[in-house]
C-alpha cells in the first residue's frame, strides 16, 4: 500500500536516476564528439563536467532557482505574520523551520526548494501576500511544507539544473560540430558524421523535456494539497488561495519553463500558454479540479 513514505523514497530514488541518467547522456555526447574530433581530451573533459555538475546540482540548486527567482531572504521582524505562519506549521508537521524568501513581483505565487528540510526554503511573492487572508496564506504554506516533508523539492529543484546545463552542453558541442573540423576525407564521410551528430543532439533537447515530464509528476500537486489540508485541518484556505491566485492571471516577470513547475500555481497566464513549445511544460493540474477535491475531501487517482 502505497503511504507518503513511499512517495518520499521514491522522490530520492527518482533524483539519483535523473542524475545518473544526466552522467550516461553527457558522457555519451562527449565520447561521439571525441571520436569526431578524434581528441580524448574531449571525452575527459565531458566526463569531469558531468561529475561536477551533478555534485553542483545536488548541493547549490536551491541557490541557482533563487537566484533565478529574484528571491531575497526575510526575517522575523520584517514580516512576523507570515514568519509565525510557517514557523507554527513547521512545529505542526514536525519538520525544521525553512527559510523565508520574498519575491518582489505582483503574481500571486510561492514555491518550495532546497536539497532536504534542514536546508530548506519557502518563498512567496509579494503579490500573494497582498490578495491572501491569514488562513489562506496558512493553506499555501502548509502546501510547500508538504513538498519538503515529501522531499519533492529536491527533485524539482535538481531537475532546473542538469536539463538546463544538458541543453547548454548539447548546444556547445553542437556548434563545435559545425565550425571545429573532425574526420574528413573525400568521399564526405565526415558531413555524413556531422549530419548524425547534428541528429543526435537535436533529439537530445525533447528527450531532456521528456525528462523533466517525467520526474515532475501531476500527483505531487495534490499529494501536496493534501497533506495541506490535513496540516491545517482547513481545505477551504487552501482552495480559497487557489482561487484567488488563478483568477488573478497575472505572469511573474522572472520565470522560465524550467522553473514553471516549482510554483504551487502556474506562473504564466492562460495567454502565454497558447503556443505548443509552452504547453509541453504545463506540470500544474487545471486549478478546476484542485479546488474541487479539496472541496470533496479527497484526492483522485490521477
Do not use: C
Not at 252 to 262: E, G, I, M, P, Q
Not at 280 to 294: D, K
Request: aromatic share 10%; glycine share 6%.
Amino acid at each position: 500500500m502505497a503511504t507518503l513514505y513511499t512517495h518520499q523514497d521514491s522522490n530520492i530514488h527518482r533524483t539519483w536516476f535523473l542524475m545518473a541518467v544526466f552522467f550516461v547522456v553527457v558522457i555519451a555526447v562527449g565520447w561521439g564528439v571525441s571520436w569526431y574530433f578524434q581528441d580524448t581530451v574531449i571525452l575527459y573533459i565531458a566526463v569531469a563536467f558531468s561529475l561536477f555538475m551533478n555534485v553542483y546540482a545536488y548541493w547549490y540548486s536551491d541557490k541557482i532557482v533563487l537566484r533565478m527567482a529574484g528571491a531575497h531572504p526575510v526575517d522575523r521582524e520584517s514580516h512576523r505574520e507570515l514568519w509565525n505562519i510557517v514557523e507554527n506549521l513547521s512545529i505542526t508537521a514536525g519538520l525544521p523551520m525553512p527559510r523565508v524568501y520574498i519575491i518582489d513581483d505582483q503574481s500571486p505565487n510561492a514555491f518550495a526548494t532546497g536539497r532536504n528540510p534542514e536546508h530548506a526554503v519557502i518563498a512567496f511573492t509579494t503579490g500573494i501576500l497582498g490578495i491572501l487572508n491569514r488562513t489562506e496564506l496558512e493553506g499555501v504554506a502548509a502546501h510547500e511544507l508538504s513538498h519538503i516533508g515529501d522531499k519533492d523539492m529536491l527533485i524539482s529543484t535538481v531537475v532546473v539544473v542538469l536539463v538546463g546545463f544538458l541543453t547548454i552542453i548539447s548546444d556547445f558541442f553542437l556548434r563545435i560540430s559545425f565550425f571545429g573540423g573532425g574526420r574528413r576525407n573525400n568521399n564526405g564521410e565526415g558531413a555524413q558524421l556531422a549530419a548524425i551528430l547534428v541528429v543526435v543532439l537535436v533529439v537530445i533537447a525533447p528527450i531532456a523535456a521528456s525528462l523533466m515530464q517525467l520526474a515532475i509528476s501531476r500527483k505531487r500537486e495534490f499529494l501536496a494539497d493534501a497533506s495541506g489540508a490535513l496540516l491545517t485541518r482547513y481545505p477551504e484556505g487552501l482552495a480559497s488561495a487557489l482561487e484567488k491566485i488563478s483568477s488573478a492571471n497575472i505572469p511573474l516577470r522572472r520565470v522560465s519553463n524550467a522553473t514553471a513547475h516549482l510554483y504551487i500555481a502556474d506562473p504564466f497566464t492562460k495567454k502565454q500558454r497558447t503556443g505548443f513549445f509552452h504547453k509541453l511544460f504545463m506540470t500544474h493540474p487545471p486549478v478546476e479540479e484542485r479546488i474541487a477535491a479539496l472541496r470533496g475531501n479527497k484526492i483522485e487517482d490521477r
